[in-house]
């Protein structure tokens, strides 16, 4: 997720998360979270802290329930809501992504041995792939749909993105939980870890444009 969508979350956004909170309760952090997965402007790190500062608060009731915000409940609903935007995420990879690319991915660079490659790399690594990447923000979404283009067992993705969900979204609840009115720290601080990883990602795909795309089509100008 791009750094800058935290700023979201000041204004009608964030009061539309309150808003559904108070209407669904565990319902809405799934949606949220399930929103977030699938690459749409809505992060988990500021949502699941929110949820956090409800469960500690003590006062916030919790509407499916009627009593007071539990951490699990939480921590659960937001974990169910990765693993179903994920899966969203992959089969827009599967169905979408991957015939996108096999007719149209050499004007990318990206050949039919590149998905060879990666549909190999997922049927090795696929669990650890689907597992850390959800702990990593911004790679994340882009793991899941990733998985989706290989083609890799469903079963096992789901698997291993609930498992991998898991103990992020129970991080993120903790500390919306300790920080209480402070939650919004949370976003401060993984903000800065954000920026590092998209330029590290806007490094790797200018390289990978450049070598792949730029200089064949150079050498094959000069051989002309």
Do not use: C
């Not at 949502?47 to 509407?63: M, N, Q, R």
């Not at 499916?64 to 659960?76: E, I, K, N």
């Not at 096992?156 to 609840?173: D, E, I, M, N, W």
Request: net charge neutral; glycine share 12%; aromatic share 14%.
């Amino acid at each position: 997720m791009l750094p800058a969508v935290f700023d979201f979350l000041n204004g009608p956004v964030r009061d539309l998360v309150t808003q559904i909170y108070q209407a669904v309760g565990y319902v809405g952090v799934a949606f949220w979270v399930a929103l977030e997965s699938v690459i749409i402007p809505i992060p988990a790190e500021l949502v699941l802290p929110f949820a956090g500062f409800l469960v500690g608060d003590g006062v916030a009731i919790e509407p499916l329930t009627g009593q007071a915000w539990s951490y699990w409940l939480v921590v659960l609903a937001g974990t169910i809501g990765a693993t179903v935007g994920a899966l969203v995420a992959y089969a827009v990879g599967a169905w979408g992504g991957r015939p996108i690319l096999e007719r149209w991915g050499r004007y990318l660079g990206i050949s039919a041995a590149d998905l060879d490659r990666a549909d190999a790399f997922f049927a090795r690594h696929g669990e650890a792939a689907s597992f850390f990447g959800r702990m990593i923000p911004v790679i994340r979404s882009l793991v899941s749909f990733a998985a989706g283009v290989a083609r890799m067992p469903v079963g096992r993705f789901t698997l291993f993105t609930f498992l991998g969900s898991l103990p992020f979204t129970a991080l993120l609840v903790f500390a919306g939980v300790q920080l209480g009115a402070n939650w919004e720290e949370v976003g401060g601080i993984l903000k800065r870890f954000e920026y590092a990883i998209v330029a590290v990602l806007a490094v790797i795909a200018l390289a990978w444009i450049w070598f792949r795309v730029i200089k064949p089509r150079r050498s094959g100008d000069a051989g002309a």
